[in-house]
Structures are given as C-alpha cells and as structure tokens.
C-alpha cells in the first residue's frame, strides 16, 4: 500500500533530503516534517560577520560552524544543486589550486609544518614522503593476517588495519590526523569497514593487500550500483573541481531545500516542535507521532533522521521491544573556532588547504586541525572594492570534553604560533568566535556495519516496515552521505 500520510523526524541534512524526495516521489502523500529547535539544515551553519581592522579597511566575511565544502563524487548533492537552481551560486576550487594541491600536518613534537605529498614526485620532497612512498611500494608484498585471510575478518578499526600493512608509526601519523578531520575521533575504534569501505573492499579483493585490489577490478556487475541522477549539466560544471561551496555558504544548500518543500503543497513544515513518541496502531498498522506541544499525528510511514540517542528516547515510550544497537556508537563533540585577521603584508599562513594534527605517541590530542577558509573559500566574502585589502580567515578545530580547558584567545594563538612558526608574531584577530558542538558526529566502532543490519532488521519487522531509520549515525557522516540516505528513504514503499 503506497504511502499517505509520512512523517519525517528530524530537520537536519538527512532529514530535509527525506522530506524533498520524499515529496517528490510520492506527490499524492502527505509530508510532515517535525524539528524540535527552531532552525532546520541540522550542524550546517553559516553566517556573514562584518569586520574592520580601525585602519579604514572593512569587509563581510562569510564564517562556517559545520561542514564547508563539498567533494564532486557525491552526485546526490550534484542532483540537488540542478533541482534547487544553485549553479550560479557555486564556488569552485579547481584541482589547480594550491588549497587542492598543498595539505599539511602538524606533527605533534616537531615545529611547523609538514606537506603531504599530492604526487609521486612530491613524495620524495620530505622524510615523511619517503616512509609514506617506501610502505605503499611495499605493501603488496606484506601478509597482514598470517594464519587466516582477511575474508575470516567481519571488520577491523582503521589505525588496526593500516598498522599491519604500512607499519604502526605511519597508521598513527596519517590515520590518526585522517580521522581528526573527518570523525574527530580515535582511528583506534574506527570502523574501516563503515567508515572506509573502498580501502576494506580494496583489501578483500587483493587478499590483504591495498594496492593489490585497487588494481583488480570489482567482481561486481558495472551497472549493479547504477543510479539515475538528474544532473543537468552540474557534471560538466565540476570537471577539474577538487571541492567546492557556495558563495553564501553551505547554508544556501538547506535553505534552498527548505523553499522548495515549503512551496510543495503537500509539505507541511513544523518547527520548535519535535517528536516524542511513536505508537503503532494495531488496528490498522499506522503510526501515531506524538509530539512535544501535545500534537498527535497519524502516519501511515515514518522516516527517523534524528540521531539514534534520541530515537532510543523516543521509542522507549513505546509497546514495542526497543531495537537494538542504538546507542553502540560514542558521539565526538567540537569546539570551532572561528578567527579572523586583519590584512598584513606578509600572509599570516602557507598556501593550501590546512593541517590536520594526528595524536601524539602518548595518546593525546587537543587540536584537531586548521583550515585556511581564505585560501579556498575567499570569494565567499565582500570587499567595498577588488582592491581592498584582503582579511584572512581561519578555523581551528578542537576536541571538546568535560576536561577540556577553556577555549581563550590567547590559548588558541599559542597553538598557532607552536603550529605555524612565523617569522614574525601574529597580528591581533578582528574576530575570534568559539562554538562548541556537542555531540555532533558519530563514530561508527568496529561491527558497526552488522549492527546496523540487525537493528533495521527488528525495525523493519516489528515495525511492519512502515519506520525507516536513517541518518548520520546510520550511514555515514558527510553531506553526501546524509543527502543519499534521504534520497533513499522509502523507496520500498512503492
């Protein structure tokens, strides 16, 4: 029986994909989204601020506190782009470009800054190069799972994995930094198999070797995974792209979906309101959504891209068992620094994207990382002129916990100069924020990817497989990810 009335909990990036599809492909069913808070788009958040520097210099700089760029593999994204009519708000940074050519580590111990290779010649421009070149040219002919293969393994955590094929110090220094940037988290309880699954299938069709499978080519039929996307001519937009944004930042991309579903008239769109219970009706096998203003909705579906803590809260108000696994996985949270500095002769950092910072061989991390926003995303702001001298952007990011030290300005300029070594001290910032993100990203621990088959499983079953459950805790962190998971969300409903 086709769907007639869906509800979507959670207003999030997941969420508000739900809602679009959804809307799009069932137009004769009603869609209700619930969001508690009174904004939707979830931990994307961007936001121009408007700085001087008391020398007569002024501008409008557009400020991230979630995700800031975009990688054009995602064709999820790309098909939203083309839908929503942002081609003529895209920024792209060109694979030219030293923000897509030139990354950095902080190797923790050492002073400055570290390049990590971006060719097979460059490789060989830095100690860490060449033991990076020398483990990769060697790993084919490693056995990483003496007595057993690795089709024995159902998973493994990615610093794990990278140990017994490049060697424990090189998994640490780059899976270590990886994950930082990604997860915020510990590679050391990191599934592979979830949050890497190309390096894991590349594995298993080599036998235990990377390489090996990635010069093998997949068993799978070509067409097997074949998506239609509706990408206008977004594709052509991205040939030679490394990563790209918009110019009023990563916003636009939620806002634009929220327009579209409030000008769908079978949308409803529900804030400052969440969900707080789910009762199935046994009469009829639909579900009634109770929600925090005392509102009752009856729904013959029900999408959930809430995070799963919440769902569990939820659900254990129900008659029903309570599906397993929901609160396996920790949660990182994230202080994001915003600083901005006035316009100095000299640049106040090297060309490139930023660094990433791996955990030091005691075990600990502070700093996650830096991004160089003015590098990469600088025509995002606003000059009264294109002669005006330019404000350099920047965003530190911090693992945030009870233990944490206060984020202070002076604290987070001493991490600079240890991290950067200029010449010369740095100027006094014109702007500095700290947001702290609690609990914002999922760290899929190994079996992450079993256990999530078997809590679908029992939702599916118990649920009469009219409540999907979707979302960053599910499949996957990155926008793309999230974006998929709603373009997907209800399909077997047909």
Request: aromatic share 6%.
């Amino acid at each position: 029986m086709p769907p007639t009335h869906i509800s979507v909990l959670g207003g999030g990036l997941t969420g508000l994909s739900s809602a679009f599809h959804l809307s799009r492909r069932y137009p004769s069913a009603k869609i209700t989204l619930l969001e508690k808070s009174p904004r939707l788009g979830g931990w994307v958040h961007s936001e121009r601020v408007d700085v001087n520097d008391g020398h007569g210099h002024t501008a409008r700089i557009l400020l991230e506190r979630g995700p800031r760029t975009l990688r054009p593999n995602g064709k999820s994204t790309l098909e939203l782009v083309n839908l929503l009519n942002l081609q003529q708000s895209l920024i792209t940074i060109p694979n030219s470009a030293e923000a897509a050519r030139t990354r950095f580590l902080h190797i923790p111990g050492t002073k400055g800054l570290t390049a990590l290779p971006s060719s097979a010649l460059s490789a060989f421009a830095s100690p860490l190069g060449r033991r990076l070149a020398r483990a990769v040219a060697f790993e084919p002919f490693k056995r990483p799972h003496k007595g057993s293969s690795i089709h024995d393994l159902e998973d493994d955590n990615l610093e794990n994995f990278l140990a017994v094929r490049l060697g424990p110090e090189l998994a640490r220094l780059v899976g270590s930094a990886l994950v930082h940037g990604i997860y915020a988290a510990d590679s050391r309880q990191l599934s592979v198999r979830a949050a890497f699954p190309s390096l894991w299938d590349a594995a298993r069709r080599g036998n235990g070797s990377i390489a090996r499978g990635m010069m093998k080519a997949s068993s799978e039929p070509a067409d097997k995974f074949k998506e239609d996307y509706e990408l206008g001519g977004v594709l052509e937009l991205m040939q030679g792209v490394s990563v790209y944004s918009f110019r009023d930042g990563m916003v636009a991309l939620t806002s634009a979906m929220e327009s579209a579903l409030r000008r769908s008239p079978n949308v409803e769109v529900v804030k400052n309101d969440g969900a707080v219970m789910l009762d199935k009706n046994t009469r009829d096998a639909t579900i009634t959504v109770h929600s925090q203003l005392g509102t009752q909705t009856t729904s013959s579906h029900v999408v959930s891209a809430m995070p799963l803590s919440q769902l569990k809260s939820l659900l254990q108000r129900s008659s029903l068992p309570m599906p397993p696994h929901l609160d396996a996985n920790p949660l990182s949270s994230v202080t994001v620094v915003n600083l901005i500095f006035p316009p100095t002769i000299d640049p106040i950092h090297p060309a490139g994207f930023g660094y990433l910072i791996p955990r030091d061989a005691n075990g600990r991390v502070e700093v996650l990382g830096t991004v160089f926003d003015s590098c990469s995303l600088g025509a995002q702001d606003e000059y009264p002129s294109h002669t005006s001298p330019r404000f350099t952007k920047m965003t530190m990011m911090i693992r945030s916990a009870a233990s944490s030290p206060p984020t202070t300005l002076e604290r987070v300029l001493k991490h600079l100069e240890n991290h950067l070594q200029r010449q010369t001290p740095l100027p006094v910032p014109v702007f500095f924020r700290a947001n702290t993100m609690h609990e914002c990203i999922p760290t899929p621990t190994v079996g992450h990817t079993c256990r999530t088959e078997e809590m679908k499983r029992v939702v599916r079953e118990e649920w009469g497989g009219r409540l999907e459950v979707v979302g960053a805790g599910v499949g996957g962190v990155s926008v793309a990810d999230c974006i998929e998971q709603g373009r997907h969300a209800g399909r077997g409903w047909l």
